[in-house]
């Protein structure tokens, strides 16, 4: 790892092994090299000159296979929210509007094959790299779940080749209405007009293994029927979905699937998601070490103020595995993209090691979601979005965790603990997260709260509409594919042309920012809220990282909406305050036994007369966490109380004591 870090600062106060250290930490390289997957042409549907021939599409394929129009457009919508993603895959190797999966030639054309499933979804430097020296075999049929390979037995039911079906939106929609009707088929069942008669072969098409995730399935399903949507698709084609408010679907139907229940027996999720547990060990091993994750006793011991989101870069199955490696670090939850079927690996009074700070860590629980961050069209499926915020909405409600970007971060936005680590923080989930989308599924949409006076703005731009600019997806330098994005892009000036803003804690040396997709010196990420600085005709500025920042916010296509709040600056009489990576106790707070934690501040500082928005309150705390067991583990916590703010693109903490709240309008 790049920086002095000493071991108790990685660890926690235990002597680790070189590896130990950083994987306990999980703070090594940028979670980037992602699998880019090729592209096959962009799909008919996005034909610029005629918006609505998506929608007619639908129409067409539901009415020549006897497939409800509601149901086609319900069981897309989950599954691609419409959108074709110019024809190339996910990560689960899903194809087209439908995800139609072809996981085989997907992996076949990407010229390899991770052999455990995934890339090191920590980039652990300290560990060897999981990326083969030459491609594996491509699984045989046989080898790959039936969710893997819907695309094939489409083509067989429709007599369209496999490569049109992976190209072409409309025979993909049409694909994936003949495997509804052939579900509905084998069930047994009429090919009803009645949507409330198709739950069974919902169900079915989600490719579950279990009744479980496939029951959560297809209710997510129907309450999009309900709900109703409308939305253009990122190729441009308006498709709406009217609601049926009142649409009861026969749920007795799931019993015709014949699929066995799966336990959920030892798990923390709610009832409507499918959740298994996949315990990652907790095992002792070597001299005075063990992994991976540490025994506690929250939120009795130690408040969960923070849900950190992840993406796995990495498959299912791969993640799984490296997840129950003793010697590997751990996680709470992963998300599988598919189908949003979850496995809870780490107990939520325990601590796992995901964030890359040990004091994130010791106060946060993580989920990871199969991805890659850095490849624009290996999406994150609405399925995996909704079960995802379900969880969240879950446990944000069992342990009091408001439902804000200040408490749900991304793993982009956990602060390095030291000036050391910050260089070597992660990236993920990335500029292609859909922040915006995400908080309205938790309840929680980003609105304004203020009119022009408030003095705060919360980032949100149109993601779809919001072309922000992004290099090094596949080769550094190299543009990567156009995509919607999260995130908007800061300026020294307001100006286009002008220089980046820099992060003198990610470039020690004072280097240029870039426009690298994995580089957040210069990108403010929606939910974020900043101050504002000053506003001159389509821009408006922000304090960030201590300066001065720009970003394009045109009235007719607004990137930022008001905001009002409290904000701290530095109180009277000082240049600047010093910003914190972790929020520490005082030294005279540790008790005899308890090596002290040095309270270091981050390469920055916070100067007088600028302002950031205060986001909570928090005690100085430190876990002390050294051994196997359990005896000698200790909390404490200090009189000193620190203020989260959120500084630049992460978040970060100040000593309440060098600073004073306002509002944020005065």
Request: charged letters at 20%; aromatic letters at 8%.
């Amino acid at each position: 790892m790049r920086g002095s870090v000493s071991d108790s600062d990685l660890t926690g106060g235990r002597r680790a092994t070189p590896g130990r250290a950083a994987a306990r930490t999980a703070g090594g390289a940028l979670a980037c090299a992602a699998l880019l997957l090729p592209l096959l042409g962009a799909p008919s549907a996005g034909a610029a000159d005629d918006t609505g021939r998506l929608q007619r599409a639908f129409s067409a394929a539901a009415e020549r296979y006897h497939v409800p129009l509601s149901v086609l457009l319900g069981v897309s919508y989950l599954q691609s929210r419409w959108d074709g993603h110019a024809g190339a895959p996910s990560v689960s190797g899903g194809y087209g509007p439908m995800h139609l999966t072809d996981a085989r030639t997907a992996l076949a054309r990407a010229g390899e094959h991770h052999g455990d499933g995934a890339e090191d979804p920590r980039g652990d430097d300290a560990r060897p790299a999981l990326h083969p020296a030459a491609p594996a075999a491509v699984p045989a049929d046989s080898a790959l779940p039936d969710r893997l390979k819907t695309l094939p037995r489409a083509a067989a039911l429709t007599g369209t080749p496999a490569e049109r079906l992976r190209a072409d939106a409309a025979a993909n929609i049409a694909g994936g209405a003949a495997l509804l009707a052939d579900a509905q088929r084998r069930l047994g069942e009429p090919l009803s007009a009645d949507p409330a008669a198709w739950y069974g072969a919902v169900a079915r098409f989600s490719g579950a293994e279990d009744s479980g995730t496939a029951a959560a399935y297809a209710d997510d399903v129907y309450a999009v029927i309900r709900s109703g949507e409308r939305r253009t698709t990122d190729a441009g084609q308006r498709v709406v979905l009217a609601a049926r408010p009142r649409l009861a679907p026969d749920r007795a139907l799931l019993a015709r699937t014949g699929l066995a229940p799966a336990s959920s027996a030892g798990t923390e999720c709610p009832a409507s998601v499918s959740c298994e547990w996949v315990p990652a060990p907790y095992q002792e091993f070597g001299t005075d070490d063990y992994g991976n994750h540490d025994l506690g006793d929250r939120p009795r011991s130690e408040r969960i103020r923070y849900i950190v989101i992840h993406d796995t870069e990495g498959r299912w199955d791969g993640v799984l595995n490296l997840v129950q490696d003793p010697t590997y670090v751990s996680w709470n939850y992963t998300l599988r993209s598919t189908d949003g079927h979850i496995a809870q690996h780490v107990d939520n009074k325990d601590v796992s090691w995901h964030a890359g700070n040990w004091y994130v860590n010791a106060t946060s629980i993580g989920l990871e979601h199969e991805g890659f961050l850095a490849d624009p069209d290996a999406w994150y499926t609405e399925a995996m979005y909704r079960s995802s915020a379900r969880l969240v909405r879950y446990l944000a409600g069992k342990y009091g965790i408001p439902l804000d970007r200040q408490h749900i971060l991304g793993h982009d936005t956990v602060p390095g603990p030291t000036a050391g680590a910050v260089p070597d923080m992660h990236t993920d989930p990335g500029p292609y997260w859909d922040w915006r989308h995400y908080f309205e599924l938790l309840g929680r949409p980003f609105v304004p709260t203020a009119g022009s006076g408030g003095g705060l703005v919360t980032i949100r731009p149109d993601y779809a509409a919001n072309g922000t600019e992004y290099t090094g997806c596949v080769t550094a330098g190299t543009p990567c594919a156009a995509h919607g994005s999260n995130e908007v892009r800061l300026y020294t000036r307001p100006d286009a042309s002008a220089p980046l803003v820099k992060d003198v804690g990610l470039r020690p040396g004072g280097g240029d920012s870039t426009t690298d997709v994995n580089d957040v010196a210069s990108r403010a990420e929606t939910g974020q809220q900043y101050a504002v600085a000053g506003r001159q005709g389509d821009w408006t500025a922000i304090w960030y990282l201590g300066q001065k920042a720009w970003f394009r916010n045109p009235a007719r296509q607004a990137t930022a909406v008001n905001a009002a709040g409290p904000v701290v600056t530095p109180k009277p009489g000082v240049a600047g305050v010093p910003v914190y990576g972790r929020a520490y106790p005082e030294k005279e707070a540790y008790p005899a036994g308890v090596p002290v934690q040095a309270v270091t501040p981050l390469p920055y500082t916070l100067p007088a007369g600028q302002r950031y928005v205060l986001g909570d309150a928090v005690p100085g705390e430190y876990l002390y966490s050294v051994t196997f067991t359990t005896d000698s583990h200790r909390v404490v916590v200090g009189k000193d109380l620190y203020y989260e703010i959120q500084f630049g693109h992460r978040v970060a903490f100040v000593r309440a004591a060098d600073v004073q709240v306002r509002p944020s309008g005065r």
